[in-house]
Nanobody
Framework: QVQLVESGGGLVQPGGSLRLSCAASARISRFHTMGWYRQAPGKQRELVATTATFGSTMYADSVKGRFTISRDSAKNTVDLQMNSLKPEDTAVYYC????????WGQGTQVTVSS
């Protein structure tokens, strides 16, 4: 059973930065896609960013130019660098990994507020 553990969430002021990290219990090279999703209160879970095995990345329009996803195969981690944070980025952020079936972490809370 694959486990994904997120870390790095917290409270930050608008305009600030946070770096989320997702640690996998398996080699991330086995997952063709890894990514970050988020779910705000009362809203559906939405895609934030994904990274594929050969390095291609995809971002939601709302985070383009502000967020960067990266994967480190040596550490089996996938990080999400979030800059210029806005109150509307407030959500629980989930790590996802796909290799046929999909796996989810338990989530980490990100709150952007002054």
């Amino acid at each position: 059973q694959v486990q994904l553990v997120e870390s790095g969430g917290g409270l930050v002021q608008p305009g600030g930065s946070l770096r989320l990290s997702c640690a996998a219990s398996a080699r991330i090279s086995r997952f063709h896609t890894m990514g970050w999703y988020r779910q705000a209160p009362g809203k559906q879970r939405e895609l934030v960013a994904t990274t594929a095995t050969f390095g291609s990345t995809m971002y939601a329009d709302s985070v383009k130019g502000r967020f960067t996803i990266s994967r480190d195969s040596a550490k089996n981690t996938v990080d999400l660098q979030m800059n210029s944070l806005k109150p509307e980025d407030t959500a629980v952020y989930y790590c996802n990994a796909r290799a046929g079936e999909g796996y989810w972490g338990q989530g980490t809370q990100v709150t952007v507020s002054s």
